[in-house]
């Protein structure tokens, strides 16, 4: 397993392509770990589990496969919303949405843990920021609600522009992003994009992970 500090793993990150594997969307010719190393070979520098239904150990098991995957890859891995299945399992990091373990609890429990959270607006960003979260994504940029039934409406790239114009943190754009329209959200600022879908639920997850990233990269480039 690679060890390493939280700062260094923040510093090698690439934000571009952030894949949240959901059990829920996968295709039914994939499993997860086969889902998770296609993106990997398409250039994702980040991998969420974000598992809704499994019991903990499932979890913790699922979460050092996914692990050692990343390692491979010098990728970061993220749990969403379990700090203790993230410690349990040894991993990157944790994303921590506004219903979970405050930003500042989890800080003080896991030094050492990459802490994500997520934000609609500049207010919530700068007060996540203080709290001690090393990102945030921030949504919903469009339609949402296939993958998220509770997703706020949408809120349109400029919300990346807003927050990142607050915050000295990676921001990452998420909320129906395809790679139809990520090149509008990283010219407003954001670091990179995450998806579920358009990843987990391809045809070819390897190539949806490289035109995501390619989209990206246009709209970095425009900035």
Same mark, same amino acid.
């Given at each position: ?20 594997? *959901? ?8 499993d997860l770990l ?17 598992? &809704? ?30 700090? *203790? ?7 990157d990091g944790v994303? $921590? ?15 050492? $843990? ?33 993958? &998220?039934? *509770? ?28 790679? *139809? ?38 709209? $970095? &480039?425009?900035?």
């Amino acid at each position: 397993m690679r060890v390493s500090s939280r700062q260094e793993k923040l510093e090698r990150t690439d934000w571009r392509a952030y894949v949240i594997l *959901d059990p829920r969307f996968l295709h039914k010719e994939r499993d997860l770990l086969e889902t998770a190393q296609l993106a990997l070979r398409g250039g994702a520098g980040v991998l969420q589990l974000r598992d &809704k239904e499994s019991d903990a150990q499932t979890l913790v098991e699922r979460a050092q496969a996914l692990q050692d995957l990343c390692d491979g890859y010098d990728a970061l891995f993220i749990v969403n919303d379990r700090v *203790d299945v993230a410690l349990a399992a040894g991993c990157d990091g944790v994303h $921590l949405g506004p219903h979970d373990i405050p930003v500042e609890r989890a800080r003080a429990i896991a030094p050492d $843990l990459v802490i994500g959270s997520s934000a609609g607006t500049a207010e919530v960003a700068k007060f996540l920021q203080g709290q001690g979260a090393d990102y945030l994504g921030v949504g919903a940029i469009y339609d949402a609600h296939p993958s &998220k039934p *509770d997703a706020s409406a949408p809120r349109g790239p400029q919300a990346v522009a807003l927050v990142t114009s607050q915050v000295e943190i990676p921001v990452v754009g998420i909320g129906g992003i395809t790679a *139809d329209n990520a090149a509008a959200v990283s010219a407003h600022g954001a670091a990179g994009v995450a998806v579920i879908r358009q990843v987990v639920a391809s045809d070819d997850p390897e190539a949806a992970t490289r035109a995501l990233r390619q989209a990206v990269d246009r709209g $970095l &480039k425009s900035r």
